[in-house]
C-alpha cells in the first residue's frame, strides 16, 4: 500500500511541511518546516532581509509565497543544497515531536508519496510521475529513527526494535 498525502487536515497531513509542528534549527525557532525552507533560500544572497519577514510569517502559506516570489535572487548554491536543507529539517521535526514520530514509524515499510497535483519535484505531480523528493526524504528519515530507536538516542521513550 502506498501512503499519500498533501493537505494538513487530511490523513497524514503531519507529513506536510504546512503541518503545525516548529522547529528548533540553528538555536532558531521556527514555526513550521516551511517557514524554514523558504528562508534558507536566500541565506548569503542579496536578497537575505527577507529572511526575517518569512520567519515572522503569521502562517506557512504565507512564508511560501514570500519564498516563492520570483523576483528575488536565491543563494547560488541553492539548486545543490535544497533536498539537504529540506531533509534536515523533516528529521528535525520528527526528532522533535513524538507524537508525529509515531505516525511515521506506523507507516512500516509503506511508500510515502506527497500527492501534489502541482509540484513534480517534491511531489508526484498531477499524473503521478513525480520524483517525489519529499516522499523519498520521509521514508529515508523514517528509516535514521529507527536506527536511533535502535539504539535509544532520541528519547527514553522511543521503541526499540
Known sequence: MTIYFYKVW???????NFSPHPIQIHGTYWST??????????????????????????????????GRCSTRTLRLDWDLVKTQVMREAVLKKFVT???????????????IVENSPTDCFWGCGQDKTGHNHLGK????????????CLYSVITGDCLTE
Open 97 to 111: 515531536h513524538a507524537d508525529i514520530r509515531e505516525i511515521l514509524l506506523a507507516t512500516g515499510d509503506e511508500t
Open 33 to 66: 518546516v516551511e517557514h524554514y525552507y523558504q528562508a534558507q533560500k536566500f541565506v548569503g544572497s542579496k536578497d537575505a532581509a527577507i529572511i526575517p519577514v518569512i520567519h515572522a510569517a503569521a502562517t506557512p502559506e504565507e512564508a511560501a509565497a514570500l
Open 137 to 148: 526524504i520521509l521514508m529515508s528519515v523514517r528509516e535514521e529513527i529507527r536506527r536511533l
Open 10 to 16: 487530511q490523513p497524514y497531513g503531519c507529513f506536510s
